[in-house]
């Protein structure tokens, strides 16, 4: 049989194990992986390494904080620059504004990604208000539509109450989907932040004190308890502290429904990063604030140990100007700071050069924690493997290329790389979205609006799977 495309002499990720194996490709999905097979088109991929397409579930994309800010990255930059970096299937936010009703919300955000995303994609429902009109009918309605994760808040201005949270949980569990949880106690943040101002302590080194570990572990603890009454799925989001991996663990030890991602700010920044001359710490604000060596070690068992399951970017993009971060003056004090930074482009260099060239884990497990694992969770159908019927989201790396991150060498709309200086060793020499390259030996070759949405017929994890083990 004569294929559409032909990947030849590389080793290729597949099913737990790293194989030397052609990859045939027609009308966009694996037809065949195997040797001796013919195709139309041959790419020859002798000393490459392919693996998935990287599936990055937690990115801010076009998207409007709480604080009134909107984000720098549109559908069209953000996609972008998630294929330069190996990414070819993102989750963003459909983010609710209080009193607006989630079906609107969802398709203003559907219609703006059917303009630009250059990549497969799909959203959480964020909820900032569950007292809206029709609220439990949309939202049974947008989880029978594909729609099958959720995102909610326990602190900031849209962070909902512990009976808010439950009423979602109830409402989500039986209807199929996950809900995702930032998970930091607003109460200690509060006091935490009054302090600091009264004592005049104001610079971007000062928010890593005013979100203090404890904010983070009782909220998880509590969040954890919480999904176990209702039965409900719960994915707690960047998790950055060792005591929250412990939680966690503990949690699946009793059968809780929980599941955990991290990112690589956690597990290769400390807090030492918001300590720069002046105001150039505000480049790494984020939230949680990166921690310490000892939580970056715990984090690397967590997910040894199967308690941490992915690794996402937590895109979150603010320009280093008045557009952004300083919106509020260049003076601002950190709580008028908008938090977050770009992460979507460098997340999958920077977990190859860590978990291949490094040591941690190895190529198998690269693959499983940031293509397969996000896909199977959260139902990304046809994502995340390479296996014959999956959609042909490839990546092909060169594994002894080396690159050092300049100060703004990624390809979004935010000016500058919060990975300047860093080197990293193994890179996507191409990547292709269903057969097609959307990068080739750095040249971007995506079209906005190519990308597709991702129905959700299902997710990974049920209420009747208390195990805590990802299917």
Known sequence: MRFETLITGGRVVTGGAVVPADIAITDGRIAALGHGLTGAQEINATGLIITPGGVDPHCHIEQMSGMGLMNADTFETATRSAAMGGTTSTISFAAQAKGQRLRDAMADYAARAARGAAIDHAFHILISDPDVADFADDLRALIAAGHRSIKLFTTYNIGLSDAAILKVLRIAGPAGALTCIHAENDAIIADARAQLLAEGRTRPIDHAASRPRAAEIEAVARMCHLAEIARAPVMIFHVSTAEAVAEIANARARGAPIWAETCPHYLFQTEDVLDRPGMEGAKWMCSPPQRTRTDQTALWAGI??????????????????????????????????????????????????????????????????????????????????????????????????????????????????????????GFPTAVFLRGQAVMRDGEYLGQPGAGRWIDRPAIGTTPRDLTGQAQ
Request: glycine content about 12%.
């Open 304 to 425: 040894a140990a199967g308690h941490i399951q992915i690794v996402s970017s937590d895109h979150a993009p603010y320009r280093f100007d008045a557009t952004g971060k300083f919106a509020n003056g260049f003076d601002a004090p950190f709580p008028a700071i908008a938090n977050g930074m770009p992460g979507l482009e460098p997340r999958l260099p920077l977990m190859f050069d860590a978990m291949v060239n490094r040591g941690h884990l190895g190529l198998a497990s690269f693959a499983r924690l940031n293509c397969e694992a996000p896909a199977s969770l959260y139902g990304l159908r046809g994502k995340g493997r390479i296996a014959p019927g999956y959609d042909a989201d490839l990546v092909l790396w060169d594994p002894a290329q080396s690159r050092t991150y300049g100060a703004n060498d990624l390809h979004d709309n935010v000016g500058y790389n919060p990975w300047e200086g860093t080197t990293v060793t």
